[in-house]
């Protein structure tokens, strides 16, 4: 039969960090959408409203007060999903049935005084802050928490039910699914490889080149060979870090940089506010800080759900809810795109 | 400290049938939600629209034109993720870069000629016409396949493009992730207890009565110990059954009668059509079918998205993608919800 071609030729393609499997067809992007459209997110977000809990001086859902801060403001989650002090659940008595204690601190951190900016739009300083502010925030609570996830939900599609530029930080007395899942993988890459995945895995991306979006001298960008969504990225340094505190000055401001590189593609590629779900993953911390941490490799998932248009997304559902995750372009195609894109703001071309 | 209660102290669960654990935040449901509102589902859908492609004599976008089918009616997918023929991706030269083979076939089922009907609004003769379709393809097409994926995408929300009451069936040459996933589960319990374990969880279940929201004779709902979606559902026969295909002609009346019970309940809930995907899992197929099969036990997944109202979803984002899919009502109350209300659908009341 025919030869085969990436662009044209359903295939599976496996992820070692998630040690699963994605469905490529690349030749569906061709179908028709009559589906749901996405509403765009607001263009008309006032800088300052006092009605907006996250902003400078404005009050919050427990009556406190916000300070007229200036750069990062981290205060703790008015609705917690963790709390430090819940009893312990009963023991099971019945193997089906299994509970287990789940204790921690949720928080939110303001990027920046103004509702209407975003990321991309900052200055590298006041992205250096946010990543400062991030680091930070991992120390503190990595010191006795041994999962510490840092993660923004941004835009409406995204559950994010407010405009204003800001991050959650939920640390947990317990590793989570995916922090499991990563240091199982990870641990198992370095034993039988002798190198940390994620190391081997952004110096092969470096060479090949085929799916990089970005890299500068510390970081690099790619759609990763197994990304679900169509234009997932990850973001990894080509240094070994095992975690967020541990990078260096230079490589603050390179990783502010090379976000805000990553971020402005993003924005351009539909004209749009880009609406996404990203996050750090580290080496475990807490218990975990004095244990051997070699097998991780520190990095940002960007999971953003747009396929075709600002307002035509991805769906997630019926056969990658119950069966697997399927793509209608190949990385390879993203990375392409992204890549091509201009490095100045689609909003700031004309200045 | 206080004594533990599920309903207002966080805590973990395990699934056993997926390896991995839920959060759950029942407290966290008192949040205000301003975030994205979903638009309801359309009221007016005409009975017959010859533009639909999925209407009896409409033309589909390959030229085709439907049959005037009475019952249900069964066509190749136009744009399939899948098909029989794709060659075969070249050798890895490199573990972190591996692709696999990927081969099947994709095909929508109509269950019924009109468009303005749902499956909780059809007699048990016509929804036991679909169960029926749906054991006929799981066996042709299992004949050769290793895995018959036969899933219903309801709703805008859940990617569904046409409100035509549908469902697709996209079998694999492959065991998609989530079949390997309970195939080592359910192999892993049945061989450390001695019994199916769905088999079990189901017995233990119609024991515990907390978390049953219909049953009858040969079948029972739960909200599962460990669901992570709001009302997310689990149908278990009582019997020990591997596949469709080999349920009785009894148990395939009783099987119309408890999904019309339990789809009516889901419409009454918040008196809006319900959206979500659902799909039905069994033992493999195609070479499989020789194998020993005794761990496997039937069973169908319902995954709704609606938290609220008919407005307002879960949006399982950020942490969830994260870090650990996190849930804000308890399964108990959920599932006292959902028994609580009428089974007489509330558009049939008046009559
Ligand atoms: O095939 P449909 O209904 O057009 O598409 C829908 O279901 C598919 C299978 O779950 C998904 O891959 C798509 O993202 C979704 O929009
Ligand atoms: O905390 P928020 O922003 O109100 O809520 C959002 O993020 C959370 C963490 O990812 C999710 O659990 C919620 O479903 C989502 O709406």
Chains 1, 2 share one sequence.
């Not at 008015?78 to 921690?104: C, K, M, T, Y």
Request: charged share 25%; with cysteine.
């Amino acid at each position: 039969s025919s030869r085969f071609r990436a662009s044209e030729h359903q295939h599976a393609r496996y992820n070692p960090l998630r040690d699963d499997w994605v469905l490529v067809s690349a030749h569906r992007v061709k179908r028709p959408w009559q589906g749901q459209l996405e509403k765009p997110p607001p263009e008309d977000v006032p800088r300052w409203d006092p009605k907006n809990p996250l902003c400078p001086g404005a009050t919050r859902a427990n009556g406190e007060v916000n300070p007229q801060y200036e750069g990062t403001f981290v205060f703790p989650n008015d609705f917690p999903a963790l709390q430090p002090d819940a009893p312990e659940p009963d023991d099971s008595d019945h193997p089906l049935f299994r509970a287990a204690p789940a204790r921690g601190v949720c928080k939110v951190m303001c990027f920046h005084p103004w509702s209407d900016l975003t990321l991309p739009l900052m200055s590298l300083a006041e992205i250096r802050t946010v990543i400062d502010a991030w680091a930070e925030l991992a120390t503190d609570l990595g010191a006795s928490y041994p999962w510490v996830q840092i993660f923004e939900n941004k835009g409406a599609m995204m559950g994010c039910s407010n405009p204003h530029p800001h991050c959650q930080v939920w640390a947990s007395s317990f590793l989570p699914n995916e922090a499991r899942l990563e240091d199982r993988t990870q641990r198992e890459h370095l034993s039988q490889h002798g190198v940390p995945m994620l190391l081997e895995y952004a110096e092969q991306e470096a060479r090949r080149k085929e799916r990089l979006v970005v890299e500068n001298a510390d970081w690099l960008v790619v759609v990763p060979y197994w990304a679900t969504w169509p234009y997932q990225t990850l973001l990894l340094p080509r240094r070994h870090v095992c975690r967020l505190q541990d990078l260096r000055e230079s490589e603050r401001d390179s990783l502010a940089s090379i976000m805000k590189r990553l971020l402005i593609k993003y924005d351009n590629l539909f004209e749009v506010s880009f609406p996404y779900s990203m996050g750090w993953h580290g080496a475990p911390t807490g218990p975990h800080l004095e244990e051997d941490c070699r097998h991780w490799q520190l990095h940002a998932h960007y999971y953003p759900p747009l396929l075709r248009s600002a307002t035509v997304r991805k769906f997630m559902v019926g056969y990658e809810m119950l069966a697997q995750a399927q793509r209608d372009l190949t990385p390879e195609q993203a990375a392409e795109r992204l890549r091509s894109l201009p490095e100045v703001h689609y909003k700031e071309g004309d200045k």
